[in-house]
DNA sequence: CCAAAAGTGTTGCTATTACACCCATGG
DNA sequence: CCATGGGTGTAATAGCAACACTTTTGG
């Protein structure tokens, strides 16, 4: 079997990029002004160039095409290859979750962001944050909606024995239980206690060494509040 | 952005083809007859055609080289796109896990069979089950002692809430409780305690509908047990 | 003083674990 | 009749969820 008995296909990278906006989970999205798909929107993406990984490419993708200053977080999400995806060509993409957090975003002015929230099974509705656009998660170009929910299904499931959680904040930024249990509902879709946030909770991150407390205090109405830092580095933690 | 600006990188499927064996976890390995790796044990793969998905290029490298005749349970596991992780050509592979039942396995003379066990953190004892070659997982040619070591923990993180223990139980075949804790503990690689497994795991299983009672009894040495059969589909249980 | 927000305590329920006991068969 | 293997019971424990109560601030 040569090297060279076969066409090779198109390989591009598609960025899940999110964040939390005001307390609600996000992703950013751009208007397409080409065929296919044109006027809709879609996931950021690039070709994967010669001399770069999929990891490499989807940098370049943040540093050049978002704008994207520091480094965030980005893991592989995972590989769609049908062969009729993409209606010009035969093309198999590469997606990735990237985690922005909300104080590191960068205002440009074809990256839209859309506040998901649920409606049915396996489609989400989009709500932009500018204007007044809102579409399901079915409506995105090539097979884009799909890998929204499969991220989307992802991020939650990882929510609770990962430090995935952390990467929406600011590294060195100081927090309160309030301000990460905010962050935690907005990605898991649902309310969680107040009272067992703080008290279980900030105790597991804690012990598993994935924050600690900075001895200050929030100041504002109400009974001031610990505030937080993240420390840990990748670690998963619960299941032995 | 034309669609012709970039040389396309080669891409390629790798299949982790798992079963247990003897009650033993186990992969299948191809020996090397080529350079690069000439000599050492890698993954089986093959090109992605023109006309084929990643799922199809898997099901002909399941049909095609290892003459596997039915249809057997495959998921992606991920790709790995790193740049000199073929020395001859920027190759871009997608690895995929498959499960076959220990009985629905063919004897090919180049698959050779390799049990599982676990030496130091990240690093997987390999013994041939027909001859007496040892080898470690970092052994492997190519990238593939680390797809190895990914996705084993990817087959124990999902042994408990998902339904891919049953991939290695020939479907409409009879088991016990001990068939079903066999396969469990050497694909979990830890030890279940016996009457938990058949009090709260069996039970488990039969109220998310994945398994029934036959009705019927084994026999052999000491007390009947009863047997069960897999009625379930794609489910996921667990986790609300 | 009071509303708001934060910390902590109590309780009940469920899942997990370890272990023990008795049951049914083959040799 | 007894060793072997299978089903089921019990008790201790850990974790989770719901809720109540107390504490500390700003207005």
Same mark, same amino acid.
């Given at each position: 079997?040569?090297?060279?008995?076969?066409?090779?296909?198109?390989?591009?990278?598609?960025?899940?990029?999110?964040?939390?906006?005001?307390?609600?989970?996000?992703?950013?999205?751009?208007?397409?002004?080409?065929?296919?798909?044109?006027?809709?929107?879609?996931?950021?993406?690039?070709?994967?160039?010669?001399?770069?990984?999929?990891?490499?490419?989807?940098?370049?993708?943040?540093?050049?095409?978002?704008?994207?200053? #520091?480094? *965030?977080?980005?893991? %592989?999400?995972? @590989?769609? =290859? +049908? !062969?009729?995806?993409?209606?010009?060509?035969?093309?198999?993409?590469?997606?990735?979750?990237?985690?922005?957090?909300?104080?590191?975003?960068?205002?440009?002015?074809?990256?839209?962001?859309?506040?998901?929230?649920?409606?049915?099974?396996?489609?989400?509705?989009?709500?932009?944050?500018?204007?007044?656009?809102?579409?399901?998660?079915?409506?995105?170009?090539?097979?884009?909606?799909?890998?929204?929910?499969?991220?989307?299904?992802?991020?939650?499931?990882?929510?609770?024995?990962?430090?995935?959680?952390? #990467?929406? *904040?600011?590294?060195? %930024?100081?927090? @309160?239980? =309030? +301000? !990460?249990?905010?962050?935690?509902?907005?990605?898991?879709?649902?309310?969680?206690?107040?009272?067992?946030?703080?008290?279980?909770?900030?105790?597991?991150?804690?012990?598993?060494?994935?924050?600690?407390?900075?001895?200050?205090?929030?100041?504002?109405?109400?009974?001031?509040?610990?505030?937080?830092?993240?420390?840990?580095?990748?670690?998963?933690?619960?299941?032995?």
């Amino acid at each position: 079997m040569g090297l060279l008995e076969y066409r090779h296909p198109y390989v591009t990278v598609d960025l899940l990029l999110f964040s939390v906006i005001d307390n609600s989970l996000a992703i950013c999205l751009t208007k397409r002004d080409e065929e296919p798909f044109k006027g809709m929107y879609s996931l950021p993406g690039t070709f994967i160039h010669e001399d770069e990984s999929g990891e490499g490419a989807v940098e370049r993708l943040l540093a050049d095409k978002l704008q994207i200053p #520091k480094q *965030i977080y980005v893991e %592989q999400l995972q @590989t769609f =290859s +049908d !062969l009729y995806r993409d209606p010009r060509e035969r093309v198999i993409s590469i997606a990735y979750i990237g985690i922005i957090p909300e104080k590191e975003m960068v205002d440009i002015s074809w990256m839209h962001w859309f506040i998901i929230s649920n409606s049915n099974v396996d489609c989400l509705k989009l709500t932009s944050l500018n204007d007044e656009d809102k579409l399901l998660s079915s409506e995105l170009g090539f097979d884009h909606g799909k890998m929204l929910n499969i991220a989307l299904n992802r991020l939650r499931g990882k929510i609770d024995y990962t430090d995935i959680l952390f #990467k929406f *904040i600011q590294e060195k %930024q100081c927090f @309160t239980a =309030s +301000d !990460l249990r905010n962050v935690y509902q907005a990605v898991a879709g649902k309310e969680v206690n107040r009272g067992n946030f703080t008290k279980y909770q900030m105790n597991t991150y804690i012990s598993t060494g994935l924050i600690k407390k900075t001895g200050t205090q929030s100041v504002g109405r109400g009974r001031p509040a610990d505030t937080y830092t993240y420390t840990g580095g990748e670690k998963l933690w619960i299941r032995s």
